[in-house]
């Protein structure tokens, strides 16, 4: 039967997992980056446009419709730990994402798109100069910075989650 906690839950649950489940592809695509480095720009901006037009809109949406939830489930927020610490971990991977990730993933991508193309695959010619023509140092520490980030992000997720199912100590089912 239609309800407004059913719409919420809807909302929430689809936000949920076309937000983040991409995400989850992430270190894949790190990896397969790894082993094909000439296409580092591409893979760049394919994850900075997952996270600008997908993740960061939809993110937005799940606290939004969670607190319809909540109303409409005339839950007890401060008698819900489980709940509070969920929030709290939720705003605290948001905000690391806006204000670290997202600007971090931008400058990268900036950062080999204003790289000088390399020579074709077989091209003839002198053997590169040992350190020339390899990406500069920013290049991977603005990565180290991105898979750090993105195992923080990855685990809070993955917590919230289990918390969210979960909900230890808490009596409603």
């Avoid at 809807?10 to 489940?21: E, N, R, T």
């Avoid at 997908?54 to 606290?63: C, N, Q």
């Avoid at 806006?98 to 193309?117: E, G, K, N």
Wanted: net charge positive; proline share 10%.
């Amino acid at each position: 039967m239609w309800s407004w906690f059913t719409f919420y839950l809807i909302v929430h649950l689809l936000g949920v997992l076309i937000a983040f489940g991409p995400n989850f592809a992430f270190p894949i695509m790190g990896s397969l980056l790894a082993k094909h480095p000439q296409h580092a720009a591409y893979a760049v901006e394919v994850i900075d446009t997952v996270e600008k037009r997908l993740t960061v809109p939809l993110a937005v949406i799940v606290p939004l419709s969670g607190t319809g939830l909540i109303y409409t489930a005339h839950i007890d927020l401060w008698h819900s730990e489980w709940l509070i610490i969920s929030i709290v971990m939720y705003t605290a991977a948001f905000f690391f994402a806006i204000t670290v990730q997202v600007p971090t993933a931008s400058r990268l991508l900036h950062l080999l798109q204003s790289m000088p193309a390399g020579p074709p695959p077989g091209a003839a010619g002198p053997p590169p100069v040992a350190g020339a023509g390899g990406p500069p140092p920013e290049v991977a520490a603005m990565t180290k910075k991105l898979r750090l980030g993105g195992m923080y992000l990855t685990i809070s997720v993955v917590v919230i989650l289990v918390l969210m199912i979960w909900r230890p100590g808490n009596s409603i089912t």
